[in-house]
């Protein structure tokens, strides 16, 4: 963890240094996407930078629309270049994907990069086996005959878990049970051995027990693998476990970025702290009542003045004048070093934290970390 | 999967016999005397009492419903009379099983009636369908891809101007202009490929065919544009780009696949109701169909032969409602379990 944390220093003020070859496997930086629309610029995600090494995971958290799901899909080059404008870089493996042609991006889409989706059963196509989308996926880019990419499929299927992966692999997707369908996802998912695996809330629509399952796969095959991992999320037990980096995202843009210890034991933005103090109770005071977040999340069209986050601060009082009201607080290190950044006004976070959150936040979380 | 099958059929036959009863029943509602149009223009009462007895029109309704049962399955005579049998074979009209009925208007069955007209309408509806699903499915698909510029709206208002237009409107001005004006194609005419062969029964469809697929055509159009834009925001198509897939391939394999499902529903039920006889295109062009038959024997009253081709259609339909539910479950595999 601690050579991590220097290297995992983020970009906090222009110019941005560009990353070399021998450093991060993903670089994002100053990512924006834009929807033009008839009622005017949705602005998604702005000014998004983070890293990714190999053989770690970093954790994206934020509520829905917060812009989690967007940066992944601009990082595969999902969006639809005809009603997206996509501005920043995204280095792999030191190549910028943004400066790609969509045939070069295409080549690298599940070959370099995968996804794993949030509903496996929407995501398969349901008039196709599972073992047909999964050799789809395999040759694709590997230039082989029906019959290897087969033996490949069930190899892969029988790395995650399937039982009798020969057998399996003629079945339906609504044939599997969620978890398997999972499994699946992740088969494919991995079967071109991509450096770079983005996991989009791959648990929310599982059952609780399944979901330790599959995140120890998770775990296991990145070891594996050696390959990087985002996990986007917004449950922070899945923070929690697979971490090593956490990214908070609100109304698209990062709020906190850190070492993940760091950020579940010493967070010093109040958007974290209000995700904290959201999160259930279980080992303790069961009884205990949650402490939601007031308001709802901003409108991306007209965000806010100032700090995006200010209409529904609790804390803002603490900060002198109408900064929150007037200036955006830029992404900078707080009062614990460089290798956690905060986009906030609170000159002394970490007092108020202890004093005012830290009771309401259930400690199994913090524990487990 | 078998034993679906089975019970589809089971169910539709028991569909069809209550059909039958329907339509035997709406027959006997109407305040037409089925006997004085049977008997023909000069027809003294005596002479009208006994075409009724001889029709079995003075039966109560149940009894000659029982009596067409009886001679679908096993044929029946006109008059049902075993001594005129023996004296006057002659007066007797034999109709035999499966017997749809006797018009004594064109003094022949129904099912030989039916027989010489069904081809000209099967032939003109399977043109038609082959016209009108390559062209909606062409376009659709296009205009799903072009969605939101001139093309799309271009393809999709020129379909709907001739889906707006009526047929016998269209029907006409092909015929004026196509085939008499500009003498791109002969006058449409009805060669069975017996008689002259594929091309020559294919050229004598073109413009029927056309009439009649243009019309359908902008259902399918519609259709197809918003189920490959429904299926390309679906997560799996997310999926398959993912992958790398190329854009074809994604939509060739991924979306149309999925927009092939509610197609083939509809294009088996729309087949099903235009083998029956497309009325307004077989008047226009003068084709002997099951559409001018009907019109024909609807304009002479004959009863008789207008039972009969409302069952046949009916049959038609109800077939086609098998056939597709058992193709859905070829097409769609989540139908296949249970």
């Known amino acids: ?369 | 999967m078998f034993a679906y099958i089975v019970r589809r059929v089971v169910s539709g036959i028991i569909l069809i016999i209550v059909m039958s009863l329907v339509t035997f029943l709406l027959f006997f509602a109407s305040p037409i005397d089925p006997a004085r149009f049977a008997c023909g223009k000069n027809c003294s009462p005596a002479l009208q009492e006994q075409t009724r007895k001889a029709l079995g029109y003075d039966d109560p309704v149940f009894v000659q419903w029982g009596d067409f049962l009886k001679g679908v399955v096993q044929g029946r005579d006109y008059p049902s009379d075993p001594a005129l049998r023996k004296t006057a074979p002659a007066t007797i009209a034999h109709c035999p099983a499966p017997c749809l009925g006797y018009s004594k208007l064109s003094n022949d069955t129904v099912l030989n009636l039916v027989k010489n007209a069904f081809p000209v309408s099967l032939s003109l509806a399977i043109v038609a369908f082959i016209i009108w699903i390559s062209g909606g499915i062409a376009f659709g698909v296009i205009a799903a891809l072009k969605k939101g510029t001139i093309i799309d709206r271009g393809i999709v208002g020129i379909s709907l101007v001739f889906f707006a237009f009526p047929t016998f409107f269209v029907g006409l001005f092909l015929y004026q202009f196509i085939a008499i004006q500009w003498q791109i194609v002969p006058i449409p005419n009805y060669v069975s490929i017996a008689d002259g062969g594929f091309f020559t029964w294919l050229v004598g469809l073109l413009l029927p065919g056309l009439t009649l697929a243009l019309f359908y055509m902008a259902g399918y159009v519609r259709m197809t544009r918003a189920f490959v834009l429904e299926s390309m925001g679906e997560d799996y198509l997310r999926t398959a780009n993912a992958k790398g897939l190329a854009p074809r391939k994604v939509l060739v394999k991924h979306s149309m696949r999925a927009a092939l499902t509610p197609l083939v529903t509809m294009a088996g039920l729309d087949l099903a109701s235009l083998v029956g006889g497309a009325i307004i295109t077989e008047t226009v062009f003068n084709y002997n169909g099951l559409g001018k038959l009907a019109v024909t024997a609807a304009r002479n009253l004959d009863l008789p032969l207008t039972v009969g081709i409302v069952l046949l259609l009916a049959t038609f339909v109800i077939m086609a409602n098998i056939i597709v539910d058992v193709l859905y479950a070829f097409i769609d595999p989540r139908v296949r379990v249970g």
């Not at chain 1, 590997?142 to 692999?169: C, F, H, T, W, Y």
């Not at chain 1, 983005?198 to 330790?212: C, G, R």
């Open chain 1, 1 to 369: 963890m601690t050579s991590h944390d220097t290297t995992a220093s983020p970009a906090t003020s222009a110019p941005v240094p560009r990353p070399s070859s021998s450093d991060a496997l993903l670089s994002v930086r100053e990512l924006a996407v834009h929807f033009p629309t008839s009622d005017g610029v949705v602005k998604a995600v702005d000014g998004l930078s983070f890293d990714v090494h190999r053989g770690k995971t970093l954790g994206i958290v934020g509520e829905s629309g917060s812009g989690k799901s967007v940066s992944s899909a601009a990082i595969l080059g999902l969006h639809n270049p005809a009603r997206t404008r996509i501005s920043g870089e995204i280095y792999l493996n030191g190549v910028d994907l943004l400066t790609l042609s969509s045939e070069q991006m295409r080549k690298r889409r599940g070959r370099e990069v995968a996804m794993i989706f949030q509903d496996p059963l929407s995501a398969m196509h349901p008039y196709y086996t599972v073992g047909n989308q999964i050799i789809e996926a395999y040759r694709v880019h590997n230039d082989v005959s029906k019959k290897a990419a087969r033996e490949r499929a069930i190899e892969m299927l029988d790395r995650v878990g399937i039982p009798q992966p020969d057998r399996r692999i003629d079945d339906y997707p609504h044939q599997f049970s969620g978890g398997m369908r999972q499994r699946a996802m992740i088969a494919m998912g991995l079967i071109n051995d991509p450096s770079m695996l983005i996991a989009d809330e791959p648990t929310t629509a599982l059952d609780v027990t399944v979901q330790a399952q599959i995140l120890d796969l998770l775990q296991d095959l990145q070891r594996e693998f050696n390959s990087a991992v985002i996990i986007i999320t917004h449950d922070l037990g899945v923070v929690a476990e697979m971490a090593d980096d956490v990214l908070v995202m609100y109304a698209g843009r990062a709020v906190e970025y850190g070492p993940c210890k760091e950020i579940l034991t010493h967070p010093e933005m109040p958007y974290t702290w209000g995700l904290l103090s959201s999160v259930p109770d279980v080992k303790g005071d069961t009884s205990a009542r949650l402490v939601p977040i007031p308001g709802n999340p901003p409108s991306l069209l007209n965000p806010p003045p100032g700090c995006t986050f200010h209409p529904r601060c609790v804390h803002k009082d603490k900060v002198p004048g109408d900064l929150c009201w007037t200036v955006e607080p830029r992404l900078e290190p707080g009062q614990r070093g460089p290798g956690h950044t905060k986009r906030c006004h609170l000159t002394n976070p970490d007092d108020i934290y202890a004093t005012e959150v830290l009771p309401e936040v259930a400690p199994g979380l913090v524990e487990e970390s």
